[in-house]
């Protein structure tokens, strides 16, 4: 049932049949994902299971404890799986969906249908995120220099760490998107840094520690200054944004 890279515990394995069994009879299959499957799991954290389905009326996500744990079910079938790859997850650059699809340890056994859903999700992580245009290109650079002119006089050590907390996800978000990768969130951020550019991920978590701890921001402002020239470097003057004629009432 687990392939020799992946985290097996039969206690797990054997909860996630019985949410299959007992919750979601009509289902075809349960992908068991998430921490628990990388073998990053801490005390806390829950089992991400997709669970497949023939068909469904809409896809639907449920939050539940079981057995002890707490339970992150997303309720599935092939076409609101496509629909969440290529119209939601691709647009953001984060393929959350697609990646526990792909990771996931088909319980209780492999399927047809299960086999098909990992085809789709290793096509749209293939096809990468859609590429920025220079539009996202200027509105990034245009939000990261922002917080920047903010993070050059803070108005005390409460706002200091505001704005980095605020800055962290962006800048980071922009390193992989401005790069054609595929971007992460949250928790998620570090590991898939590391794997992009190891040595500019040991910078840019030693800058934030710095800029949190000590409330010195000097490296943080360099790594995101080194972020921004490429693309022409800070940008204010001249940005505009037109908003859709629609937009009225």
């Not at 049949?17 to 499957?37: E, H, I, K, M, W």
């Not at 245009?133 to 990261?144: F, G, N």
């Not at 010195?216 to 360099?222: C, H, K, N, P």
Request: glycine share 6%; net charge negative.
């Amino acid at each position: 049932m687990c392939s020799s890279m992946q985290f097996c515990d039969p206690n797990i394995l054997a909860t996630a049949a019985n949410v299959l069994n007992q919750r979601f009879p009509d289902a075809d299959t349960v992908l068991l994902s998430g921490s628990v499957v990388r073998g990053e799991a801490t005390e806390t954290s829950d089992l991400d299971l997709v669970v497949l389905f023939e068909h469904l009326p809409q896809a639907a996500r449920q939050s539940f404890n079981f057995d002890g744990w707490p339970v992150e079910a997303f309720l599935h079938d092939l076409s609101t799986l496509e629909y969440f790859f290529w119209d939601e997850d691709r647009p953001t650059g984060v393929p959350s969906l697609a990646n526990m699809v792909l990771e996931g340890i088909e319980i209780p056994t492999e399927t047809a249908l299960g086999q098909k859903a990992k085809l789709r999700a290793q096509r749209v992580l293939d096809a990468g995120p859609i590429p920025l245009s220079d539009e996202d290109i200027d509105t990034a650079r245009y939000a990261i220099s922002d917080l920047l002119s903010d993070l050059r006089a803070p108005r005390g050590e409460s706002e200091r760490r505001a704005i980095l907390t605020a800055l962290y996800p962006v800048l980071a978000d922009f390193l992989f998107r401005s790069a054609g990768k595929w971007s992460a969130k949250g928790k998620t951020i570090p590991g898939h840094l590391r794997a992009l550019d190891p040595a500019r991920s040991d910078r840019f978590e030693a800058a934030f520690e710095l800029g949190f701890a000590q409330g010195d921001a000097r490296q943080v402002l360099e790594l995101s200054n080194e972020a921004l020239a490429p693309f022409g470097g800070d940008l204010f003057d001249g940005y505009e944004r037109s908003a859709p004629h629609e937009w009225r009432k």
